[in-house]
């Protein structure tokens, strides 16, 4: 069974930063692309970041050059570095794995993780 195990999500005030983490299976994790979504209340599920193997990556606008995603291959992880965080970046954080389609479509991603909460203060 494929399993996603995120970490990391917390309270912190506008400003400043947090680590998620993303544990997956070896098989997983050599094969897919690792991305993080995340949905805030009443909003739909959005687009954050996608990291592949060979060392691309990709943001979305609203987080490129304050998000960073990085993946360690001894440790089967994939991080999402937040920094300059901001009220409207309040959402549950969720990792997913991608074998093949559109990256920023979440319904062609495979598998996902259960989420983590992340809420900015003002």
């Known amino acids: 069974q494929v399993q996603l195990v995120e970490s990391g999500g917390g309270l912190v005030q506008a400003g400043g930063s947090l680590r998620l983490s993303c544990a997956a299976s070896?098989?997983?994790?050599?094969?897919?692309?690792m991305g993080w979504f995340r949905q805030a209340p009443g909003k739909e599920r959005e687009f954050v970041a996608t990291?592949?193997?060979?060392?691309?990556?990709s943001y979305a606008r609203s987080v490129k050059g304050r998000f960073t995603i990085t993946r360690d291959s001894a440790k089967n992880t994939v991080y999402l570095q937040m920094n300059s965080l901001k009220p409207e970046d309040t959402a549950v954080y969720y990792c997913?794995?991608?074998?093949?389609?559109?990256?920023?479509?979440?319904?062609?991603?495979?598998?996902w993780g259960q989420g983590t909460q992340v809420t900015v203060s003002s």
């Open positions: 990291g592949w193997s060979g060392g691309s990556t």
């Open positions: 997913a794995a991608l074998f093949n389609g559109n990256h920023y479509n979440d319904h062609d991603y495979d598998y």
């Open positions: 070896g098989r997983i994790f050599r094969s897919y692309a």
